[in-house]
């Protein structure tokens, strides 16, 4: 038993767990983990570009070239036993004493003497000693390359000269990770390797229709190689007891056909107290078609690139300035926002965690991560757009790409296709579409960009329908379908039609799936013309103000606009209109006398009422509306906010809905499939806390924003590690609500749309810092115990250093800007070439 107190928090919660495997670096930016048989895997992203990565605090994981799913380099058994099993190990063998170890642990298990995995910004080093000898292992991918290095440092610590021998290496994937996990009577026969300069090429297929292949190789000559997986690990036996190591001998085999491997063995004489460094290399090569063999006519890769590349980095300099280039990298993007606050997890969150966590996020989607395989979900419309909240500070010009991209997949009718692959940037119907709540996020991800940037630019930028060339029209269009899309599907109560689903994928109230297996994402057995959706509703208000304001902006001259502002804002106000009238509808029929109405099923019967005998109340749109400002002059917002707080909140964060779901509702569909406390079935889901956070903010209740932030913050729940689970340094998608048996145990952590509304309503909602098209705005609404805090933000060009200080118990703010007083509480864009802005805000 171990009471923690929340710093700086208004509540105080007393864990009954407490249990930590790990400590936070903050120095460093890193999270130290001490013990390696942590819950569960945890993780880290290596890359952050188009080569990526995943690696566990084991060594566990596996690598990809930009799609998880179409282009997978190396092998990854997902959900085994042990869990985490394939990934970029090393093995050590003390030649005398004949004996061998895992220095990440993973796979041989070696009770060691000294272990530490330390996750950093875009890598990892896992070291750990055993028997006297050290070895430490630095993983990460250089920017701009489409490759991994490993560092391994062994270091002697006995009194001895030591004969080694050390095995590293990897298990291909024949590229296709679906494809590879299922079609064995195909596979077991086309795997293809090259050797040459004692490097392993990989090159299954490379022979027919693929223009690319996978290299390993190590800066030490080897002793030795196995590229057949069945001679290097001996039969029937596992990788925590491969025959060559035992042998410590390999076998310089060559696979054809079954499971090729990069194996490579290299022997080394430690001296008492010698530190020697091996570099092990895994790229990814691709070779214009018409130059794909060397000899041009041969069957031979041409390895001209590859090559080259090889040689830069098998140079121990070379790799460490890749490394240090890294890691100014990612100080320049945290740099970007820095906050100092009184309470450390929320520092830290902001500072380190949260945002390299958006960059996780943006990069892969829902597609990577111990919990999603890689190869069910490529890159989700919704998502993507949502993602851009927590990621558009750090690399615009990216998420400008990624806006153009996503609306390219926009169909003519303003709706969407639910994902698309990131390799084709196609979109698909893998997962359904007509998610009626789709559309709108394009509007909130542009809204995003351009506070953040001022680039109205991008509003004209032609963008085709579903990709077909000639279809294109300018970006701003889009936008005006997607507010059209929902105007267009109005049900009975002139409410939004749900369509598939809105964001909660598991309300699938068009579904009614009785067969077993059936996906509630792609089946429709109603037509769809009555189920409606409160929260699409809510999100239409949001999005509708959004699109007003960045019509009448654009118009601006100085946004590049034509000065037709009279037009603009009567094209604003029609749009307004239509939000005001939303707002009514609302009222009328969403509201159920204390709380905002979830929705109408297929028979126009009330979800999320207190007339329902289960699901009585919803947590989507008590926190949307409320975030989106509906209600917020007639009470319904604070009626809604206590009637969260009074059926839903929990110490562990807020539940989805009460009470939960106890049978399958064949109208409800997928949310009442799980049982009861987990996922969307009244689970905690972190995305949507956040929204209820900034709904907290907005009618200025900073005390409890930021209590039910620090509730579901990791950092804050790194004590109850041992309840948790899941990574203390990042948000997981669900923490098992108050009707399960593990109440308070996270799943599914990394890829979620957690990350972006969390790092959103801290940064710009509860420490008020928000993006505006007039400048920075400076408006917090913080604890009443917070005396204030310090920022810095990098904003178009400029350095604002921002002191808050409270003068009162209010959210009212004055404002001095390099020492004169502003009015409101924007602070303007400097038009006299200043780049750093003193911002002192008082709050009284
Ligand atoms: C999950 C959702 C997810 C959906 C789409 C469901 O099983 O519970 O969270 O969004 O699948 O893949
Ligand atoms: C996860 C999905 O990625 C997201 O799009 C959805 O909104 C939530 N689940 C809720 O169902």
Known sequence: MQAHGLAGASISVRWEHGMKFGYFDDQKREYVITQPDTPLPWINYLGCEAYFGIISNTAGGYSFYRDARLRRLTRYRYNNAPFDLGGRYIYVRDNDAKEFWSPSWQPTRHQLEKYECRHGMGYSIIGSEYKGIEARTRYFVPLGENLEI??????????HASSLSIFGGVEFCLWDAQDDSTNFQRNFSIGQVEVEDDVIYHKTEYRERRDHFAYFTSSAKPAGFDTQRDKFLGPYRGWDNPAAVERGESGNSIAYGWAPIAYQHIKLNLKAGESQQIVFILGYQENANDQKFDPPNSQTINKKVAKATIAKYLSPANADAAFENLRQYWDSLLNIVQVDTPDEHTNRMVNIWNAYQCMATFNMSRSASFYESGIGRGLGFRDSNQDLLGFVHMVPSRARERILDLAATQLPSGGAYHQYQPLTKRGNNDVGSNFNDDPHWLILGVAAYLKETGDWSILGEPVPYDNQPGSETPLYEHLQRSFQYTLDRLGPHGLPLIG?????????????????????????????????????????????????????????????????????????KKYLAEVKKMEDTIRKHGWDGEWFLRAYDDFGNKVGSKECEEGKIFIETQGFCTLAGVGLNDGMAAKALQATKKHLATKHGIVLQQPAYSKYYLHLGEISSYPPGYKENAGIFCHNNPWVIIGETRVGNGDQAFDYYSRINPSAREEISD?????????????????????GEAKNSWLTGTAAWNYFAITQWILGIRTSYEGLQIAPVVPKNWKGFKATRKFRGVTYNIQVERAGAGNAVALTVDGKSVKGDVVPLPTDGRKQVAVKAVLT
């Open 150 to 159: 490993w560092q391994v440092t062994l270091t002697n610590h006995r009194h």
């Open 723 to 743: 309840l948790h689970r899941c990574e203390p340094y990042v948000y997981a998608q669900m923490i098992a609500g108050k009707d399960a048996p593990t109440h």
């Open 500 to 572: 598939r689903a809105d964001w909660n994928d598991c309300l699938n109230l068009n579904c009614f799936s009785d067969t077993p297996g059936q996906s509630f994402q792609t089946t429709t057995n109603k037509e769809g013309k009555v189920a409606e959706s409160i929260f699409i509703a809510g999100l239409f208000c949001l999005a509708g103000r959004e699109l007003a304001d960045i019509t009448v902006q654009k118009a601006c001259p100085t946004h590049g606009g034509t000065g037709k502002c009279a037009e603009a804002e009567s094209e604003a």
